[in-house]
């Protein structure tokens, strides 16, 4: 049996430059392409290494900068064989160009009842369609936010995914009624969710897959495990920006490092670990009772030890 792998990469304008009052093209490079260990540098480690890999893009900043930057990022996702789904931060809706975020919408997608949620997919489905994106199948709420209406609505616009859910931000605001320890993907209100995947760093405590949050040697634990216990999928995170300090003025090493081995432990287990596309709607098995992986103390450690050079270190600004 093998382990479906969805590599997803959240692809978004950062609010924080935008408070910070920085012009467009300031916004736009530090958010898509930070100090070259962006979305371009990202597709070319992928194509190196023959990983598939949706990129979840959030068009509503185009309501603030225009669909320019937006356009952009597609395209050059797509090009790169790449696919493109649906991401939402509805702040965005009240935000202005000059005003350093004084003016903004709900920051909570589950604020919003089933219609205003409806309305607000519906729009950014709508404007990632205007930027040249293909088909929309899946979508994840920008900070998971997402709940039982979120599923409701996307059925209804005929979204066949979605990959809100994360243990680790349960039950606020990744607010879908499913047990915190949901990996496995599973059908739930029309839509197949598809779970962000989750291990356990110390007893009780969840933490979820994503490439700055977890070290290089959680994750290949993390692999090792899903494929013996023979998981349906391992979902994992990463954002566009990540990989460089929140500044977006220089990279940061250990985030760089780990996005370098998470691909080369990917590519040395395609037999058993295949990444996938959403748009091609891989056959999985639904419902299963998947695990998160147990806690190890000295994983743990190790990864805090890293942290902490990462935060002290790598994140100065240049």
């Not at 990983?51 to 669909?67: E, I, R, S, T």
């Amino acid at each position: 049996m093998t382990t479906r792998v969805f590599i997803t990469i959240d692809t978004e304008l950062m609010w924080r430059h935008h408070v910070a009052g920085l012009d467009r093209a300031t916004v736009a490079e530090r958010s898509l392409e930070p100090a070259g260990v962006g979305v371009a540098w990202q597709l070319e480690q992928l194509a190196r290494h023959g990983l598939k890999a949706c990129f979840f893009v959030d068009p509503m900043p185009a309501l603030v900068y225009g669909l320019d930057p937006i356009r952009r990022v597609v395209e050059r996702i797509q090009v790169a064989g790449q696919e493109v789904q649906l991401h939402l931060h509805p702040n965005w809706t009240g935000a202005r160009a000059d005003d350093k975020g004084a003016s903004y919408g709900l920051f909570e997608l589950i604020d919003y009842d089933l219609e205003g949620q409806r309305g607000l997919i519906a729009q950014a489905a709508e404007l990632l369609t205007q930027a040249g994106a293909g088909p929309l199948t899946a979508f994840r709420s920008g900070s998971y936010s997402a709940n039982d209406d979120t599923l409701r609505a996307l059925a209804g616009l005929g979204f066949r995914y979605d990959s809100s859910h994360n243990g680790s931000e349960h039950p606020w605001p990744s607010a879908i009624d499913l047990p915190a320890r949901q990996i496995a993907p599973v059908a739930h209100n029309g839509i197949v969710e598809v779970p962000v995947t989750c291990i356990e760093d110390r007893p009780g405590h969840l933490r979820h897959f994503q490439i700055c949050a977890l070290s290089t040697a959680e994750m290949r634990a993390a692999l090792t495990h899903a494929v013996r216990e023979r998981h349906a999928a391992v979902t994992i995170v990463g954002h566009g920006f990540e990989l460089a300090n929140r500044a977006g003025t220089r990279p940061n090493a250990v985030h760089v490092r780990r996005f370098e081995s998470l691909c080369r432990m990917l590519a040395e287990r395609q037999g058993t670990l295949v990444t996938e596309h959403f748009r091609d709607c891989p056959a999985m098995p639904l419902g299963q009772v998947d695990r998160p992986l147990g806690p190890s103390t000295l994983r743990t450690r190790l990864r805090q030890a890293e942290q902490l050079w990462s935060n002290w270190v790598e994140e100065r600004a240049a």
